[in-house]
């Protein structure tokens, strides 16, 4: 072994002969200042943690249902005198005693941190070997390094390459990525200063606090070392980047491309890779104590980087990290306050859809592990597990990130109703109770929502798509009645997943909403008794409505319009539904068919209230309807209680219908579903390569065509007959004519749609948790999600039927072999609708029911409970015939 290969190992002892004339010297002075250094460390670890017990014991840690008996908050702890419990403090030290969270206490922050990260429970350093030393030409093992840049990383690197040994570059990883103060100092926009520029950055002395003299005493230090750790430092509490700029709102300090790039390099290396895991076990606690208590973030908005910085390392989901390292990690994440999340999710909202998805999965991974590696049940509930939490508050960062990073408008909002919502003329059950109601009328918002002022509904196209957010394991796991409780409650300790709903699939908020829906008619049920027992009121605690087959809607109309001036709380019960002289009891099925009458006498064409297309088989609202504002109101209304009573309706409106129920208007680029041929003809127009103003000949003035054929004109400008569309303009043009075709031409018709709707809903968190394709969903069902396999599975059978009949295999068999349009015609005779309910076809409830021997009589139904009554057809052909004939001419009479 030559002189340089004793040099590079660490462990090797100082040879004398190999150095230089008073190398050995230099060798013992180093090695002294390394024991003294070392001596430093453990007494200032001793003190950090004998001061820790103390204030466990004398001031607690906050927890008021803490199980620490060394712990003043433990309800069984018994309280000490200052001079007994530094005595305790001593004793709990020697044995390790277990240590809460730390209490807030008056010393800095970023003394506290510093000491944390740098020194363990047992007094050494945490990511230094103990007594081996570095050679003197790698500079002492870069102990003067407290935090990095790039080109100091690949300074280090190049040298530990040459020598062949990572330790030294290991052991500055270590000692910066565990440390928030340093790791919040690196990789920092870079500009050299002069002294006189960083003393001007210095906060004055008369605004420091004893945090701000402990970091200007480093800083000191650090001046003589070349001033680079003064400008991070004095950056850092100025919330200036490392350039000496001002900071915009959405900007940060820290070079993300110069973070890429070292990761890039780095994570090649398995010992390198080890050091960031390691680093970040060391980190977590100590950042998710400087946020919990010593509220860090307001007083250096720099602190951000850190967040910034772990979160670019793409090996995060990777298996070593899912144990320890990223759920610490999460929990320290998910104490950002809401500015700070805020802020995160507009950064990340610049990132490339890549990044987004990375950053999804790795916390989607996170989730997925902890579900399937635990035992979630009724006891155990998933809701209690505080990884899979803060995975799911991180990962709400990175969800609304993926919205603003979309393509997004905040723009064209419809306004609200000018005519504020009918009040209900009766007490709300708290007021009955004497007590003053908690949450006020209105659907509840996000605050990260309202903090970004921005709404998924605002996202047409988001980088990702919304499903990837689904998490189907915890959807399998989750107690959705417990959920919903605590969503209700809105406690701190309690963590709801529908403050999440963008982790939730359909089925799973459609339960939740059943349940909120259900409480709500309970609530108004009791509320009715209370009445009917303090004030003698007449007993009604159902929504009753009876109604003659004949006069089906102005019936309706006429009780619903009453009911919504007198006490629209009244729509909130449940639907009690009676036909006129017949016999039947309301136990779903009736009402069921009273949606299907009223939709199909609606919807009618010529009635004249909506327009039919047929290349799009949608209604749109029609401009010229004869109609009053209250047959508009009732089908709003009709709309809102198939929610409200989990009714399916055969309703085909575009998408745009939806939108704008959930706030948004309607813009060039809804034409394309409802109205194609238009929408077609605007886009040639932007295409249009020659002069619009001499080829086209066109004006700023439109023509519509009414009920009875007549042409009606309307300006889209003032005088928009003399003001030509030219190549110039033309944007401008194809932009209002939307308007007018989406929004102003159906005003007063959407408007009172919109109002019956809200009447039913107001109080709902539909809008907090649906966005407007899945309240299509829940209205209509899905087109999509025909799986008849599932229907056979959880088909049932009456009246001598069975699984295993011949017929009943038969029917199946049949039943599969037709083309999807006989089976959705299949679907319209057997439920009254040709979609399938939220969750498939699955959660449809059919029942095939034996309706005497072979005949030739065909299958017929009962819509209103999904009954097939079948005679039992001696062969398989007659079987297929009859069902064929009865699905295709169902309609337009009655059939024996």
Same mark, same amino acid.
Not at 225 to 235: H, Q, V
Not at 539 to 544: K, M, S
């Given at each position: ?5 004793k ?10 002969e ?6 050995y ?13 070392a001596?430093?460390m ?12 103390y204030?466990?014991?004398?001031e ?10 060394c712990?003043?908050?433990?309800p069984?702890s ?8 530094a005595?305790?403090?001593l004793?709990l ?8 969270d730390?209490h807030?206490?008056k ?14 429970r ?6 230094a ?16 390094v ?22 030294p570059l ?5 000692r910066?990525f ?7 100092q690196s990789?920092?926009?870079?500009k050299?200063?002069?002294k ?6 210095q ?15 480093c800083?000191d230090?650090?001046?003589e ?12 509490r100025?919330?200036?980047g490392g ?5 915009g ?9 110069a ?11 398995d ?8 680093a ?7 950042v ?32 070593e ?14 104490k ?7 802020k ?19 916390f ?8 399937i590696?635990n ?12 990884a ?6 991180c ?15 905040t723009e064209h ?9 009918p009040?209900s003329?009766e007490?709300?059950l ?8 908690r949450n006020?009328?209105g659907?509840?918002v ?10 998924a ?8 798509p919304?499903?990837?957010f ?7 796991v ?10 209700k409650v809105?406690?701190?300790n309690?963590f ?29 049920r009791r ?11 007449q ?6 409505l ?13 009780r ?35 949606f299907?009458?009223v939709?199909?006498?609606?919807f009618n ?11 799009t ?13 209250g ?17 399916i ?12 129920l ?5 813009t ?10 238009l929408? /077609?003809? !605007?886009? &040639?127009?932007? %295409? $249009? =390569? #020659?002069?619009?103003?001499? @080829?086209?000949?066109i ?18 400008r ?7 569309v030219t190549?110039s303009?033309?944007?401008?043009f194809?932009a209002q004519?939307?308007e ?27 809008k ?20 008849? /396999?599932? !229907?056979? &599975?959880?088909? %049932? $059978? =009456? #009246?001598?039927?069975?699984? @295993? ?10 039943l ?16 009254g ?14 029942i095939?029911?034996?309706n ?14 999904n ?29 024996l």
């Open positions: 072994m030559n002189s340089e290969e040099e590079d190992c660490e462990c090797a002892p100082p040879q004398a190999s150095n230089p004339t008073g190398g010297d230099r060798l013992q002075e180093e090695s002294t200042f390394e024991n003294a250094e001596s430093r453990k007494r200032a670890a001793a003190k950090h943690l004998i001061e820790r017990y204030h466990q014991l004398t607690g840690c906050g927890n008021e249902s803490c199980s620490n008996d712990c003043a908050s433990c069984s018994h309280r000490l005198d200052n001079n007994a419990a005595v305790k403090a004793e030290y020697k044995v390790n005693a277990k240590l809460c730390p807030p206490s010393k800095g922050t970023s003394s506290a941190y510093l000491e944390n990260s740098s020194i363990n047992g007094g050494h350093h945490n990511l070997c103990g007594n081996r030393k570095m050679n003197h030409s790698v500079r002492e093992d870069f102990k003067d407290n935090f990095l840049t790039e080109e100091k990383v690949y300074e280090i690197l190049d040298i530990c390459s040459e020598k062949e040994d990572y330790s290991i052991r500055v990883i270590g910066v565990s440390s928030a103060d340093g790791l919040v990789f920092r926009h870079s050299q200063h002069t006189e520029e960083l003393k001007s950055l906060p004055k002395d008369e605004d420091k606090d004893e945090d701000e003299k402990e970091a200007a005493a800083s230090s650090a001046m070392e070349g001033g680079t750790d003064l400008e991070a430092s004095s950056s850092s100025s919330g200036e350039d000496g700029q001002k900071l709102p959405d900007e940060v300090s820290v070079d993300i491309e973070v890429r790039r070292v990761y890039g390099r780095l994570l090649s290396n010992k390198v890779e080890a050091a960031f895991l390691n970040l076990v060391y980190l977590s606690p100590n998710e104590c400087d946020l919990t208590y010593h509220n860090v973030y307001s007083r250096d908005p720099n602190y951000l980087n850190l967040f910034v910085i772990v979160m670019e390392n793409g090996n995060l989901h990777s298996p990290y899912l144990e320890i390292a990223l759920p610490q990690f999460c929990k320290a994440m998910s950002l306050p809401l500015p700070a999340q805020a995160l999710a507009r950064l990340w909202a610049r990132y490339p859809a890549d990044h987004i998805r990375r950053m999804m999965e790795t989607q991974q996170l989730i997925t592990y902890k579900v590696s035992e979630f049940n009724s006891r155990n509930l998933v809701n209690d597990d505080d899979v939490v803060a995975s799911a508050k990962l709400k960062i990175v969800y609304f990130a993926n919205v603003l990073g979309g393509d997004i408008d909002n419809e306004e609200d109703d000018e005519e504020p919502m009040e003329s007490l709300t708290q007021e009955l109770l004497g007590e003053e109601r006020k009328k659907p509840r996000d605050p990260l929502e309202t903090e970004l002022g921005a709404r509904t605002d996202c047409r196209r988001p980088l990702v919304f499903d990837e689904i998490n189907e394991p915890l959807n399998d989750l107690e959705m009645d417990k959920d919903y409780t605590f969503f809105e406690t701190e309690k709801s997943f529908m403050t999440c709903p963008f982790i939730l699939n359909p089925v799973t908020k459609n339960l939740g909403l059943y349940y909120d829906n259900r409480i709500r008619m309970y609530s108004e509320i009715t008794v209370l009445y009917s027992l303090v004030q003698g009121q007993l009604n605690p159902y929504l009753r009876k109604v003659r087959r004949d006069h089906i809607i102005d019936d309706a109309l006429v619903l319009e009453m009911i919504a001036m007198e006490n629209p709380a009244d729509l909130k019960k449940q639907l009690y539904v009676e036909f006129e002289g017949e016999q039947g009891v309301d136990e779903g099925g009736v009402s069921k068919e009273f299907q009458l939709v199909e006498e609606i064409p010529d009635i004249g209230m909506f327009a039919y297309d047929e290349s088989r949608l209604f749109w609202f029609n401009p010229s309807s004869f109609e009053n504002e047959q508009f109101t009732l089908i709003g209304i009709v709309l809102g209680l198939a929610i409200y009573n989990n009714c309706l055969d309703v085909h409106f575009p998408m745009v219908v939806y939108r704008k959930m706030g948004k208007k309607g060039f680029r809804d034409l394309a579903d409802s109205h194609p041929v929408s /077609q003809s !605007l886009k &040639e127009l932007m %295409e $249009y =390569d #020659g002069s619009v103003e001499e @080829d086209m000949m004006t700023f003035q439109i023509s519509q065509t009414d009920l009875f054929g007549n042409n009606l004109m309307y300006d889209l003032e005088n928009g007959d003399k003001i030509p190549n303009n033309r944007k401008d194809v004519y939307a007018y075709m989406l929004n102003k031409s159906v005003e007063k018709q959407f408007k009172a749609f919109r109002r019956g709707f809200h009447m039913v809903t107001n109080e709902s968190p539909l907090y948790l649906f966005r407007p394709e899945e309240i299509e969903l829940l209205i209509c069902g899905s087109r999509q999600n025909l799986d008849f /396999q599932a !229907l056979e &599975e959880t088909t %049932e $059978y =009456d #009246g001598g039927y069975s699984r @295993d009949c011949r017929i009943i295999r038969d029917f199946w068999e049949t599969h072999s037709f083309s999807e349009e006989q089976k959705r015609l299949f679907l319209q005779f057997t439920t609708t040709d979609r399938a309910p939220v969750g498939g076809l699955g959660k449809l409830k059919m095939i029911a034996k005497g021997p072979d005949t030739d009589r065909l299958p017929t139904s009962h819509t209103c409970f009954v097939l009554l079948l005679p039992e057809y001696t062969t398989t052909e007659k079987l297929r015939d009859r069902l064929l004939k009865a699905i295709t001419y169902a309609k337009g009479f009655g059939m």
